[in-house]
C-alpha cells in the first residue's frame, strides 16, 4: 500500500504515502444522460474504506506485509528519473528519487524524518511531521481512526465518467485529505490534498489505473501526480514484499 505520501528535485514533486496508487486522467465526450446512483442507507465513510480494503486484497493479506519495496520509473519535461520506496510495519519509510546525476533521499524512521539533497539535510517538522507519523503507517486504511484521523462521507462525484463515492479526512487542523472510490469495483481513482512548497501552496492531484495482483494485494501500477500545471506518470515496475529490509535503511544520522 501506499502510499502518500512532498519531496521536491527540480521541479518534480513526489508525496509519499501508507499506499502507492493512480488513475489515468482522461478526457471524455460522453453526452448520455448520467444514472442516478443509489447510495446505500448510512453509509458512512469508513464503510467506503472498508470495503476498498477488501476489494484490494482483504484484512489478512494486508497483515501479512511486513515490509514492501517499490520500483517506479517515469518522465516529467524529457527528464528521466526514478523513484524506489522501501517501507517497514509498522511506520518505516526511505525513498530515493535519481533523476540523472541528482539524487534526493527521504527517511522516516517511525519518529523523526529527514530529506537530503546532495549535502544539504532537512527535518522534517511541525504539521508535516504530524502528517507523516500517519501517513507512514503501512496499514493505516485498516483503522484510520485510531491514530485519530476523522472521515466525513461527501456523497458521489464523477471522476473521469466514473461515479466515486468522496471522502474527507481530516489529519490535523490545517490538512484535509480527499479520497475518491469508484462505486462499483471499491478500488481507489483519486486523492486530492495541499502541499506546502517554498513557491507556496499548491493542490496536488493523484490518480490511480491499472491495479494487479501481488503477493494477494491489489496495487496500481500507473501513478499520475498534476501540482499546479505540471503533470508527472511513472509507471510501477516492481513490488515486493516481505523480503527482510534491514532496520538501518531507516536509522537516521545525527
Same mark, same amino acid.
Request: glycine content about 6%; charged content about 30%; overall charge negative.
Given at each position: ?10 521541479? !518534480? ?24 446512483? !443509489? ?8 464503510? $467506503? !474504506? ?14 501479512? $506485509?511486513?515490509? %514492501?519495496?517499490?520500483?517506479?520509473? +517515469?518522465?516529467? *519535461?524529457?527528464? &528521466?528519473?526514478?523513484?524506489? !520506496? ?7 519509510l #526511505?525513498q ?12 522516516f524512521?517511525?519518529? &523523526? +524524518? @529527514? ?12 504539521n508535516?511531521?504530524? #502528517? ?5 503507517? *503501512? ?11 476523522? *472521515?466525513?462521507?461527501?456523497?458521489v ?18 490538512t484535509t485529505?480527499? /479520497? ?18 517554498? /513557491? ?11 491495479? %494487479?495482483?501481488?503477493?494477494?494485494i ?9 501540482? +499546479?500545471? /505540471?503533470? @508527472?506518470?511513472? %509507471? ?7 523480503? +527482510? ?10
Open positions: 500500500m501506499l502510499v502518500l505520501k512532498k519531496y521536491q528535485l527540480g521541479i !518534480i514533486l513526489f508525496t509519499f504515502l501508507v499506499t502507492v496508487q493512480l488513475i489515468d486522467a482522461q478526457d471524455s465526450s460522453n453526452t448520455e444522460l448520467p444514472q442516478k446512483t !443509489i447510495i446505500p442507507e448510512d453509509l458512512t465513510a469508513l464503510d $467506503v !474504506i472498508s470495503t476498498y480494503v477488501e476489494a484490494s486484497g482483504g484484512k489478512d493479506n494486508y497483515m501479512n $506485509v511486513h515490509d %514492501r519495496t517499490t520500483m517506479m520509473t +517515469g518522465k516529467m *519535461m524529457n527528464r &528521466k528519473f526514478s523513484v524506489q !520506496i522501501q517501507q517497514k510495519a509498522p511506520d518505516k #526511505r530515493e528519487v535519481h533523476a540523472g546525476p541528482a539524487k534526493q533521499t527521504f527517511i524512521d517511525g519518529t &523523526k +524524518g @529527514v530529506m537530503k539533497i546532495g549535502d544539504n539535510s532537512t527535518p522534517l517538522e511541525g508535516e511531521l504530524n #502528517r507523516t507519523k500517519i501517513e507512514a503507517q *503501512m496499514n493505516f486504511l485498516l483503522d484510520p481512526p485510531a491514530y485519530g484521523v476523522k *472521515m466525513e462521507f461527501d456523497g462525484e464523477e471522476i473521469d465518467s466514473t461515479k466515486c463515492y468522496k471522502i474527507s479526512m481530516m489529519i490535523d487542523s490545517s485529505w480527499i /479520497q475518491y472510490y469508484d462505486v462499483n469495483s471499491g478500488l481507489k481513482t483519486k486523492e486530492l490534498r495541499d502541499v506546502e512548497m517554498p /513557491q507556496g501552496k499548491y493542490k496536488q492531484e493523484t490518480y490511480y489505473d491499472d491495479y %494487479r495482483d501481488v503477493d494477494g491489489k496495487y496500481p501500477f500507473k501513478i499520475k501526480q498534476i501540482i +499546479g500545471t /505540471q503533470s @508527472v506518470e511513472m %509507471r510501477v515496475d516492481s513490488i515486493k514484499v516481505n523480503t +527482510g529490509l534491514n532496520d538501518k535503511l531507516f536509522e537516521i544520522s545525527e
